[in-house]
């Protein structure tokens, strides 16, 4: 390592958050450097599931073929009382909005795998495993790691200690986050705390188990959940009773025991087993001057929506565009702000609905759970709210109420497209960054040569769809696309390039006004320090 060097991101953190933003920042041509004190990737299963859109982000980065040989399709996801009676059922196999089934079950360590190979790959992308961070500052110009190698085992002493320094520092270094602490930002613990023995396991080959896809067996006598572990395995896991010490649940007979009604020694091969203890908290602020948090090292939730580690792709999904944008000179440093303004209330919503869906779950108590259990099979009880948008940040929103307009701050569709003749998906044919989405009209004819300069500057892409396959368009074959306007009574909308939707027009006449506020919501102008010159070309146009 150079300590003279000056990175654009040190990330700290090899995990699913710290290898995905490290792809994305180095593919976009930046000096990435990442640190972690393990010497080796952890080996063993932690997150299983992932929804559609974090399955579109890894589509993006080019690991579809790969992720198929570690991931699976998500049946439904089925609740079960105690004598098996469904009570909820949610389809993780049904279409999704984002082209393909709303989940999929996987194995982390082989994507993590993958995660790793990719990252290596890249050559402006450091990664350097076996480092552990001792002290962070920072100043206006960038920031400064203290590190220290980890003792290696044939060492009997620690290795030596280097600087780092990096324009910006990530932290995506876990719930006991040592950059979050060193930035002196707190928890807000939002009440949830149980304790689960997680179980992985290998089934032997040719056996088959007599046990539901996906599922929570919501029985008072032990809470348990039944779920694939990716193509091979499979995890249950057990909540400890009130009366139950950790370590009663950590003795390996005890493990048998419990799952003794599905599978023995001689039909599974033990993978892991340890005691986790669910949680529900979120960082006061995710920015520190240069230093960013993502992943658990922001925010942590039950894990009964299956979203722990979506929601980390998400942070850094959503911040590699941000830094994108402020590193090239396009928009201005506060742009960063917007990050915990627009991820922390979605994440907020969906810890809410975990911590919900965890108090349906861990009910011990027999006539509690016949409470509940009548309540759902009377059909008494809401079904959940839809999955959150973004409500705050750099959206489209009314300027007297603060609230968004429209779909803004929702997540856009994505579909098949036949576009020069040839089927294929939207984001194979057109890729990342802003699009400006429309039926009908050319919504660019008539626009002012400032507001034509504002889509060049942030290199807007102007993609027309029809469903016929007009001259000039790209046919809908999906039809989503169509759909998604009408149901919101719009001609174009202005796609962000993490899919979400920065705001929609009616018609052409409205788009100026979408422009200027994006502009602001941006910092487009602070980013330049002057109005945008009237003399810059269209926006792209495919």
């Known amino acids: 390592m150079n300590e003279n060097k000056i990175h654009d991101v040190a990330i700290v953190g090899y995990g699913p958050v710290g290898q995905t933003l490290a792809i994305l920042l180095g593919r976009m041509g930046y000096d990435v450097a990442v640190y ?4 080796s990737l952890y080996p063993l299963p932690r997150a299983v599931f992932h929804d559609h859109e974090i399955r579109r982000v890894l589509r993006m980065m080019g690991l579809e073929q790969a992720l198929q040989a570690i991931s699976q399709p998500s049946a439904c996801y089925q609740w079960f009382n105690a004598d098996w009676k469904v009570l909820v059922e949610i389809d993780w196999s049904a279409e999704s909005i984002s082209d393909g089934p709303f989940g999929y079950l996987f194995n982390q360590p082989g994507l993590e795998a993958i995660l790793d190979r990719t990252a290596k790959a890249i050559g402006n992308v450091e990664v350097h495993q076996g480092w552990e961070v001792l002290a962070l500052s920072q100043d206006a110009d960038g920031c400064a790691l203290h590190m220290q190698r980890t003792q290696r085992e044939e060492q009997a002493q620690p290795d030596e200690q280097r600087q780092v320094k990096a324009r910006y520092v990530i932290g995506a270094d876990g719930a006991n986050s040592l950059i979050r602490r060193q930035c002196g930002i707190d928890w807000q613990d939002l009440g949830f705390e149980e304790d689960w023995l997680v179980v992985d396991l290998q089934p032997k080959p040719g056996v088959e188990l007599d046990v539901p896809d996906i599922g929570q067996w919501c029985n008072p006598a032990r809470p348990t959940t039944m779920v694939p572990g990716g193509p091979g395995y499979r995890r249950w896991e057990f909540m400890r009773l009130p009366h139950e010490r950790i370590e009663d649940l950590q003795n390996l007979d005890k493990v048998w025991e419990l799952l003794s009604p599905w599978v023995t020694p001689d039909t599974a091969t033990l993978v892991r087993h340890a005691v986790y203890q669910f949680r529900s908290r979120i960082a006061h602020t995710w920015r520190h001057g240069r230093v960013l948090l993502a992943g658990d090292a922001a925010h942590l939730m039950p894990p009964f929506m299956g979203q722990g580690m979506c929601s980390g792709i998400r942070d850094a999904w959503n911040l590699s ?10 928009c201005a440093d506060t742009l960063l ?3 915990t303004l627009e991820r922390k209330p979605q994440i907020r919503a969906v810890i809410d ?4 869906m965890g108090k349906v779950v861990c009910v011990a108590d027999p006539q509690k759970a016949a409470e509940r259990d ?9 079904p959940l709210p839809p999955f959150p948008g973004l409500v705050d940040g750099a959206v489209y929103k009314n300027p007297l109420t603060g609230s968004t307009l429209g779909p803004a701050g929702s997540l856009g569709v994505h579909g098949e497209i036949e ?3 040839r089927t294929q998906r939207y984001d194979d044919v057109f890729g990342r960054g802003f699009h400006l989405l429309s039926i009908g ?8 040569l400032a507001h034509q300069a504002l889509l060049e500057h942030l290199q807007v892409k102007s993609v027309r769809l029809s469903l016929d396959g007009t001259p000039g368009t790209s046919r809908d074959l999906s039809g989503k696309y169509h759909r998604f306007l009408a149901e919101a009574g719009l001609q ?4 962000r390039p993490d899919f979400y939707v920065y705001g929609g027009v009616s018609e052409p006449g409205e788009l100026p006004q979408l422009l200027d506020a994006l502009g602001r919501d941006l910092g487009v102008q602070q980013a330049r320090g002057e109005t945008l010159q009237h003399n810059q070309p269209l926006a792209t146009q495919v």
């Open 36 to 39: 972690e004190r393990w010497q």
């Open 321 to 330: 565009w941000r830094l994108d944008l402020v590193f090239k000179g396009l």
């Open 337 to 339: 702000d917007s990050y």
């Open 353 to 356: 609905a975990s911590v919900e």
């Open 374 to 382: 009548a309540a759902f099979l009377a059909g008494e009880v809401p």
């Open 419 to 421: 576009h020069d003749g």
């Open 441 to 448: 009209d050319d919504p660019l004819a008539g626009l002012s």
């Open 492 to 495: 174009a909308v202005l796609v």
